[in-house]
């Protein structure tokens, strides 16, 4: 053996693998850095976030005053008045103007809702003395996660020690619409809307790219207009999301008449936008079925469109599928398009079809994020991990569909 | 009214099915030998009612004067129509499979016109509104002017600002996610052993799948903050908008689009160059730096260009995180706007299609079609033009 080291270039031999080994470092630098990235975006949501799957209730026991709450007519009871009385009765010496409002900052306006609900629903109740945890306002509420200081945290803790405070999943996350009050708002509304409209989206996008898909794959002649088409798609697959939104402004809403805000809309725009998604992979997964099959069912007498539809689509349908998962991921997270047609309106109903006015969970991430209540933050944050769980498992279900029916021919 | 229709066509195209089938096997039975298989003639009679029933059904819902509830009924009836029509038509020696599979190409066609249709829908939308804004506004002074006013009095519509507010942010971006995207798919696609990729391919997949929307949420309340306190600490006045967060997270979005672009050319580049370079004597770095990008090279730059117009088209993050106001800065620490910025802002809330103002966003958008579309067919030609044929 030689040993090549130990001649006059030593000096220049270890010169170039020091390059070598810093190259190597500079390409483990950048993942490790990207990783890094990734790791603290998601740490800092997460961080964020949630503080806001929890709510704090104070303990109290309320008498259910006949007085105050008709038996005949439980829905127009006061029932604020009720648990600001059972408050008030414990601070005997507050009674200025000030404090009042100390006391009514307590409790949110949810916590009336609730009790009502409750009386209506068992009229029984009135005259009973119940124990009813009543949920706290978004400042209190803070103050006990320890997010934010309190005006007054003497005054809170007070409340703590008189009546007690229980933690407990915040339900209502998911079960209510929009609020304006930070406590209160939910994400059911948007869900609701995202899912309306992904359905309109892939409904009309997954037909319309398979087939085209299919047609350009399979059938299309090689010509100049075949040729066009191929660079639309490609050029349609770069065009700026936000271009879709003017699209669907100019054309859906102004020429067409279609109702604003609606989940049909946002998903007609969807479905153009994700369209060329799902052209590419599938035109890559039928592409990847060797022609010998088809040939095959050529020869024994199958017509062209049978040698497609019964032999080539079912072997490329797994590919088919992780592309249409992937569209369906880009859809679900889509933002700006849908700002253009109006889907960004506060709306506080839960939508009940298609034409109804509704907003989408990334939207939904982006009005919250722009309101100045600090509760409002970590209820972006919350909501933004909603959406990312939402995304990684159609993510991680389109790479279990491609680890598992994928096919080396 | 839609559900009404579109649960009517769909029994409407089951039940021809359904009757099309029987009717050609009691023919078929009676005697005769039939050209098509029996499920053809009931396909045939099944899709001919299912077009007739939805196109009646969405040209009746799209014109808005007529009542909601003519469009099921009409729609009812025009399926009935077809479906009596191709039922009649079942006889042995008709040609089903063809007549089917003719219509079954048509559909195939034109669904992929969709795509067509959809690029002259964009064109037509951003230019009919764009002409009558130049009608209003001197097209000089948009495309010259320096000033970008659309809610002051009077308007001033100057484009220059947010051009370079746009050219700033996209060069932070690009300047960040072209070294970490082109290093990382190098040590991918030639150092990384292939348990290391299962990992690392399904992490970038993750970075890049995060919604914009998300990544702007984290611009705005982390980075800039973050930018900002520690610009402070060193004596700069950085303005909690500035376009250095935004042009991070932005440029930390790419960085996926760039290495996976990046990978599939550095892999497509023959294993033979490489060996040729090693039997020369070497290194592994030597070889990627003066064989294998060299090779790649082309490949590498159209992604640079499709990146660049992705970070030109991106709306969330900027919005979250970049400036309202148009200020003409090329001080990365300054609050900026950009284009996508301006027309998301002036499209939300109350639009008016007769003032400048509302216009002046399509006009913004024509612009940013036209860039992103002009960069992404470079990027085309390029791949095109350099692609090296090895064999």
Redesign the interface.
Known sequence: MIDLTRNSNNSFLSK??A??KR??L??????V???V??AF?LL??IN?GLPAFTEHRVTLEVMVDPAKIDAVNPQAGDFDGLLKDTLRAQFPDMGSRTDKKKLNSVLSQGAADDLRDQVVADPSLIGQKIVVNALLSDESDLYFKGLAPAKDPAFLDQVKDKFGITKSFAWRFFENGDSREPELAGLRGAIVGSLLTVIVALGLGL???V??A???EQ??PKNRWTD??E??????A??????????G???FL?V??FPRSAP?VGGLVLA?LV??TI?IASRAALRAVPPSIKEAALGVGA?P?QAVFHHVLPLALPGILTGAILGL?RA?????PL??IGM?AFIADIPK???DAATVL??Q??LW?DLPELAF?SK??AA?MV??AV??AA?GVA?YLRRRFERRW | MLIWCLAIILAATLGTYALGVARANRLREAGGTFNSLPSYHGMLGGSVALLSGITVSFALLIIPSIPGWLAPLAAAAASALAALYSLRRIRPEFRARRAFEKIVLGVLLSSSIVAILTTIGIFASVAFESFAFFKAVNPLEFLFGSKWAPTGSPPSFGFVPLLVGTILITTIAIAIATPLGLLAAIYMAEYASANLRQVLKPLLEMLAGIPTVVLGFFAALTMAPLIRNSGESIGLIVSSESALAAGLVMGMMIVPLISSLSDDIINAVPQSLRDGSYAMGATHSETIKRVVLPAALPGIVSAIMLAISRAIGETMIVVMAAGLAANLSFNPLAAVSTITVQIATLLVGDQEFDSPKTLSAFALGIVLFFFTLALNYMALRIVKKYRQAYD
């Open positions: 170039r693998y390059v070598e190259f190597k500079y390409g483990a630098l950048a993942l850095l990207t990783t990235f990734l975006l800092d949501i964020k037909p319309l790219g087939g085209a299919i047609y350009l059938f299309a066009l088409i660079v639309n798609i490609n050029n349609l770069a065009v700026p999301s936000i271009i879709f939104g003017l699209l402004l100019a054309m102004n067409f008449g049909v153009l369209l060329p052209i017509s469109q991921a679900f997270g889509e933002t700006a700002l253009m960004i079809g298609f034409t990334p939207v991430v982006y994020s933050q972006t944050a933004i959406l990312i995304l990684f993510n790479i």
